[in-house]
């Protein structure tokens, strides 16, 4: 059921040309509707490389597990650092579990 | 980059944008960003471009990221020894030693670029690469996909995001540059180059996938579902020289995810094992090397375990230790994030609960197995002024991400040494034009117009695929007289494709993408056709011909006729470079 906007959050990256989302998306699926904010054009083409859920500035999207291979509701979250990422991962029973590491090295030119 | 254009009202209507250049890169992915930065180093003056279906920052197979490098050549080891693994890897061949031995010469060398761009490579305490197999070492490539594509842009290359290729552009026989169409902006692009790269992915989708029953999850498949096949569709369309099509790529995947395996059973040592909990591949497979089986008997083994009656299969991972676990969960989050969303979406701690496994449905993918173009040492192929790298170009098994950025560089080098003094002529004004109509017309074609749609021809060509061509529903089996069936209703498609109607630009990317995928799928079924034998179980099972003939120790090739659309095949012979037995590493 991939991927998840939250209206509350989500405002279409206004002022943007491009919102992040509709950026990034591999397979050109996400877009900004008339009413400002982002959607996909089809979910069941989603790759769920959570490319969008990366870029996204204000954490507005989620990427699900379709329901017809996995249960209600886990959750995983990434927060994007400058050289690091950490993930926050939640299953179905609620026990959540964080990973962190580097995924940049400091390149000095 | 604009947000969707509204449809043309009229053909005339369609702005035309003309773009010349020295080099094209048609896809900006691994091996696309290699050529790129190559072109920079060997001669900053050279205009190139990349034209690119998505956006480069994070395209491809690679926009998720990667959890290792599959192929790093350690000390103490040589690109011949490499050949040698390669060689096993594929039941001994047949397969190119020329262009593997190229490639292992060059790869170590784009690794370390990669390394020296930004890319976290794990190492031990006292600094050394840590391997995780023979060949395979471990990264944290979360960001691999936009390190190369900022070095491509550093480098100078215009890319053109959201330009899908339809075609090539020809000049006589000779390739010079392609033609296509922005999935935002609407325009027609029309690319002029000295020498043109065919960099894109590899082809999936060709096949149904067994979770797209599941309306949610059509592209829940583990190759990038937006990697159709278009680089070798528009060479097919052309007449070039296709190489072993029949070798397709099936893994074994985590099931109903499509996560890799190799990850698990290799690296983390976790044993493949059948509901009764016999460790398989010890057990039935320790003749062809047990746990380092050539893939392709790795792939097939669940599927046979579940045709005996003995599956579920699985990769054993419980009593993991717990620090080893996370390393692995690590892995996951760098290459596919959303398994491990799969697992807490089971609820399941895979140290008490062992992880599922199955076959997954069948690719056409160059870089992995050895289907492509048939192309020279400087991977020109028969098509004039047409390069192909990474997955487009055939014959070089096992070049995953190292081999496919090598072969970027390689192939860059040919286009640079075939452009010396060359000037291409302007663009036939009438072939363009033709073009320009033919993809934009299921855009055109009115409210009024009873039409297909692109999902619907897709899907009746995957279960055709699946059922007749040796899909995972049929454990990859196929004979003659299915063959026969799927190429006479390929026929039918193809024919039907002047019904395709779309809605808008994006559908109109669609569109196009599955009058791609049935050529290639026509090809190949052109391919599993002619070898009547069973050489690599699971990717190529004839089961009207269940055993391997010396006589088909050669390649398969196959040649489309531009003017008649008729597909002749033949044999090359193969050619033995590096001594040593062909099925030990």
Redesign the interface.
Known sequence: ??PIIDPKKCNGCAGR??SYC????????M??GADGKSHC?A?????????CVK?CPRNAIE??????????K???V?IMGKNA?T?K?????GKT?T?K???????KD | MPRMAPNPPSLDAVETVRVDCDILIIGGGNAGCFSAVEAAKLDPSLAVVIMEKAQIMRSGACSAGMDAINTYIPEGKTPEDLVRWCRSQVGGGPLREDLALSNARELNESVDDLERWGLPILRDENGKIRYRGAWDISIHGEQLKPLMAEKAIEAGARVYNRVACTQLLMDGGRCIGALGFGVRDGKFYVFRAKATINATGGAAGLYKSYTADATDSHHQIWMCPYCVGTGYAVGIRQGAEMTSMEQRWVATRTKDFCGPVDTISVGYKAPIINAKGERIMQSRYAHLGADKAPRYIRANAPMEEWLAGRGPTYCDTRGMDPELAGRMMTDYLNERPSFVLFLASRGQDPVKEPIEIYGSDPYIVGGHTQSGFWVDIERMTTVPGLFAAGETAGGNPNKFVGGCAAEGKLALRGAVAYIRGLTPPEPDAVQVAAEKARVFAPLLRGQGFDGLRALEMEERLQRLMDEYAGGTSQFYRTNEERLDYALKHLAMLRDQTQYLQAGDLHDLMAVHEVIDRIDVAEVLCHHLRFRKETRWQGWQTRSDYPDIDPAFDCHVESRRDPATGVIETFTRPYEQLVPGDRHKP
Not at chain 1, 89 to 93: A, F, K, L, P, S
């Open positions: 059921m991939p040309e491009e509709e950026e990034a998306c591999p397979g050109d699926l877009y900004v054009h979910t069941r083409d989603c790759w769920d490389c959570m490319s870029m990427t699900r597990m379709p329901y017809q291979l996995g249960y209600h886990a959750r995983l990434p990422i993930w991962c939640t299953d179905i029973n579990v990973y590491y580097r995924n940049r090295l400091d390149v």
